[in-house]
């Protein structure tokens, strides 16, 4: 069974920064792509950044120049560097490993964690 843990949430005010972080643990031999994505009261769940084990980045272009996503695949962790944050932010955030191989070679697909909430108000 594979678990993904968010932090690095909190309130912040317009213009500000915050790093979320997402661990993966369990038994696991690799993991495929790596993202965040976020949703606001109300509002479907939006994609906010990927990232595939070989570094390439994607960004929903309301964040493009302020977000800036990582990992490390050592570590099977992903983060999310978020400049500039805008009170349209204001949302939880949740981590997202698309596929993850298994020690025993199984595949477990869509893993999400419980998310961690960002809120960016003066």
């Known amino acids: 069974q594979v678990q993904l843990i968010e932090s690095g949430g909190g309130s912040v005010q317009p213009g500000g920064s915050l790093r979320l972080s997402c661990a993966a643990s369990?038994?696991?031999?690799?993991?495929?792509?790596m993202g965040w994505y976020r949703q606001a009261p109300g509002k479907q769940r939006d994609l906010v950044a990927t990232?595939?084990?070989?570094?390439?980045?994607n960004y929903a272009d309301s964040v493009k120049g302020r977000f800036t996503i990582s990992r490390d695949n050592a570590k099977n962790t992903v983060y999310l560097q978020m400049n500039s944050l805008k009170p349209e932010d204001t949302a939880v955030y949740v981590c997202?490993?698309?596929?993850?191989?298994?020690?025993?070679?199984?595949?477990?697909?869509?893993?999400w964690g419980q998310g961690t909430q960002v809120t960016v108000s003066s």
């Open positions: 990232i595939t084990s070989g570094g390439f980045t």
């Open positions: 997202n490993a698309d596929r993850v191989q298994d020690r025993d070679f199984r595949w477990r697909y869509d893993n």
């Open positions: 369990g038994s696991i031999r690799s993991i495929t792509a």
